[in-house]
């Protein structure tokens, strides 16, 4: 098993920037893909952006390009999202996810581990 916790959230002015991390602990000896998914209120989560273990390769949401970036440490158990230029559109819940397969890393239906979220507020 795999345990998430994610830290770092709060509320920042819009253009503001935020970190978000997320520590890995358990068997992390694992090979993990690693996530950052995001839920607003009566919305479906969303996938904002994900990080491979093997190549750090990432991929990231058409919303975020640009703004966020998704690192890792490099024991790999550590991942972190920069976000900056927040914009209100982007307050929502932000949970880590971590997958050990293969498959579409944009659903999250991939992910087998998940962290409990963090609340980020950006106001206007």
């Known amino acids: 098993q795999v345990q998430l916790v994610e830290s770092g959230g709060g509320l920042v002015q819009a253009g503001g920037s935020l970190r978000l991390s997320c520590a890995a602990s358990g068997r992390t000896s694992t090979s993990i893909d690693m996530a950052w998914f995001r839920q607003a209120p009566g919305k479906e989560r969303e996938f904002v952006a994900a990080?491979?273990?093997?190549?750090?390769?990432?991929l990231d949401a058409d919303s975020v390009r640009g703004r966020f970036t998704i690192t890792r440490d490099n024991a790999g158990n550590t991942v972190y999202l920069q976000m900056s230029s927040q914009q209100p559109e982007d307050t929502a819940v932000y949970y880590c996810a971590g997958a050990t397969g293969s498959g579409d890393y944009y659903t999250p239906y991939f992910y087998e581990y998940w962290g409990q979220g963090t609340q980020v507020t950006a106001s206007s």
């Open positions: 990080i491979r273990w093997n190549d750090r390769s990432t």
